[in-house]
Nanobody, 114 residues
Framework: QVRLVESGGGLVQAGGSLRLSCAAS????????MGWYRQAPGNQRELVAT???????NYADSVKGRFTISRDNAKNTVYLQMNSLKPEDTAVYYC????????WGQGTQVTVSS
């Protein structure tokens, strides 16, 4: 069982930055495939970024060049650094972990004002 707890969301003006964190319980963090997803009102949940156990990353086209996903295996934590935020980035952001099973965090709200 893996428990994921996100933090770092909030309200920011367009052009600003936020860093989301996702702390994972358990001893298998280093082999988990981690990701961030988001869901805006009325929309489906969509992939934002992923990072493999080996550090390979993947980004949605809409966030490339603005967002950076990283992980610290010593702290069982994955991060999402979000720069140059836009109003269309407003959503609930969810942390995701995969290793056989799939796990989700409870989500953290990010609101970008214009």
């Amino acid at each position: 069982q893996v428990r994921l707890v996100e933090s770092g969301g909030g309200l920011v003006q367009a052009g600003g930055s936020l860093r989301l964190s996702c702390a994972a319980s358990g001893s298998i963090f280093s082999i988990l495939y981690m990701g961030w997803y988001r869901q805006a009102p009325g929309n489906q949940r969509e992939l934002v970024a992923t990072i493999s156990s080996g550090g390979n990353t993947n980004y949605a086209d809409s966030v490339k060049g603005r967002f950076t996903i990283s992980r610290d295996n010593a702290k069982n934590t994955v991060y999402l650094q979000m720069n140059s935020l836009k109003p269309e980035d407003t959503a609930v952001y969810y942390c995701n972990a995969k290793y056989g099973y799939e796990y989700w965090g409870q989500g953290t709200q990010v609101t970008v004002s214009s």
